[in-house]
């Protein structure tokens, strides 16, 4: 396997940490924006949602044709060529003067933007197998902080000097990212002798059939993601309109209401080190449907919006550290071939949360939006309740 030759046991964790959440950040830029978006492109409330499904959707593409290449090439190389590709497909978003180019760039940016899960494999596979859950959960504490602070962000710059600065500042943030990693990580190993581009696409179906674990787990990563992608993709636009008729900077701040969810992936890493993660997955589905409880209350109340925020952000990312530690150990030699193929789910589930979230808010209001929300996550409660027994949950 390609892998980072450092010392096992110390990786650059925090560094790590920083590079994936810049990176992932990219992905969710557009969805306080989608309002402004729609007026400037001409593309109707219904189909606001098409500028985050196919940005998913060519994440979900990534996961599968890109991140496995984590076990074939080089690591660093690899990292550096998509932050730098990254970077441009940004620059295209940011001067785009169409709809179709617009959404072209949207795609090429969730294609790219998968090198966040390159880096959670490489960390995964520099720890020492009794740190692995820690260090896991502190990459993707990196990766949630990008998540709920790229709302934040992109709603301030909105503001401040247009959207388009949003993405223009992006690719210069992904440069400099891209410079840093090429100085601190290692060069990778040789491959494994034989391994070749179309046998490890073709082992990455392979793993699925092998191990029941990675699917039980890519059922969850698509349920709680499609749960996370229902309220994300749509609550800009309640908040939008009359009678709250929040900015983009109000709406960008309600992803820091999220920010425990940060806290939660470190605390899940360090419960599945010492064995619970049977009992965190099985808490944290629980609280993921109570959440929509609140949240259904947002027009009535913007702190019952940020209590729902902040127990579902809590509970995504307490099920998905916890999915991401239990399956790396399954093959540490296909690594990213294990994260990245788990993660298409993740892609799949947040893209169809999207498309769902805004047709059914267009046709039915919020009430109907958080009831999708609530019976997606009870779904997935049920599903960790009928296998906790057969197999490490």
């Known amino acids: 396997m390609a892998r ?28 306080p924006l989608l309002v402004t978006l729609g007026a400037d492109f001409a593309i109707g409330p219904a189909a606001l949602g098409t500028m985050v499904t196919l940005t998913q959707l060519g994440y979900g593409l990534g996961l599968f044709l890109v991140v496995p290449l984590g076990d074939l090439a080089d690591r660093r190389r690899l990292v550096v060529t998509q932050l730098l590709l990254l970077a441009a497909a940004l620059v295209a978003v940011g001067t785009a003067a169409s709809a179709a180019v617009l959404l072209a760039g949207m795609a ?23 740190r692995r859950g820690a260090v896991v959960g502190t990459v ?21 000097a247009g959207w388009r600065s949003v993405y223009l500042a992006s690719a210069a943030l992904t440069c400099a990212v891209a410079v840093a990693l090429r100085r601190a990580l290692p060069p990778g190993g040789p491959p494994a002798p034989g391994l070749t581009y179309g046998r490890l696409l073709r082992s990455t179906v392979t793993l699925f059939a092998q191990e029941r674990l990675l699917r039980l787990r890519a059922v969850f990563a698509l ?14 636009l309640p908040l939008s309109e009359p009678p709250l008729s929040l900015s983009h900077t109000a709406i960008g701040a309600f992803g820091l209401a999220g920010a425990a969810g940060a806290a939660a992936a470190a605390v899940a890493g360090r419960l599945n080190d010492r064995g619970h993660s049977r009992r965190t997955t099985g808490v944290a589905l ?26 579902l952000d809590l509970a995504v990312q307490a099920v998905h550290v916890t999915s991401q530690s ?5 093959r540490p030699d296909a690594g990213s071939r294990l994260i990245g193929g788990y993660m298409v789910f993740y892609s799949i589930g947040s893209a169809g949360g999207a498309a ?15 009831a999708l ?18 197999v490490e949950t």
Do not use: H, M
């Not at 090429?108 to 009794?130: E, F, H, Y």
């Not at 805004?358 to 939006?369: D, E, I, N, Q, S």
């Open 140 to 160: 993707t504490s990196g990766v949630v902080a990008g998540i709920l602070l790229a709302r934040t962000v992109s709603g301030l710059l909105a503001d401040f």
């Open 373 to 390: 929300g609530a019976a997606i996550s009870l779904l997935a409660l049920l599903v960790w309740a009928l296998t906790r027994r057969t």
């Open 286 to 311: 629980a609280l993921l449907a109570a959440s929509w409880l609140p949240l259904a209350l947002t027009r009535q109340s913007l702190w019952a919006l940020v209590g729902g925020v902040i127990v």
């Open 4 to 31: 980072c030759n450092q010392k096992v046991g110390e990786p650059p964790t925090l560094l790590l940490a920083l590079a994936a959440g810049t990176s992932v950040a990219n992905v969710y830029f557009a969805q």
């Open 326 to 330: 239990l399956i790396y150990p399954l």
């Open 356 to 370: 769902a979230a805004t047709a059914l808010y267009a046709a039915a209001g919020w009430t109907a939006v958080c």
């Open 223 to 236: 349920l709680i993601f499609a749960a996370f992608s229902t309220l994300w993709s749509s609550v800009a």
């Open 108 to 130: 090429a940016v969730g294609l790219l933007a998968v090198v966040t899960q390159t880096l959670v494999a490489c960390a995964a596979s520099l720890a020492v197998p009794a």
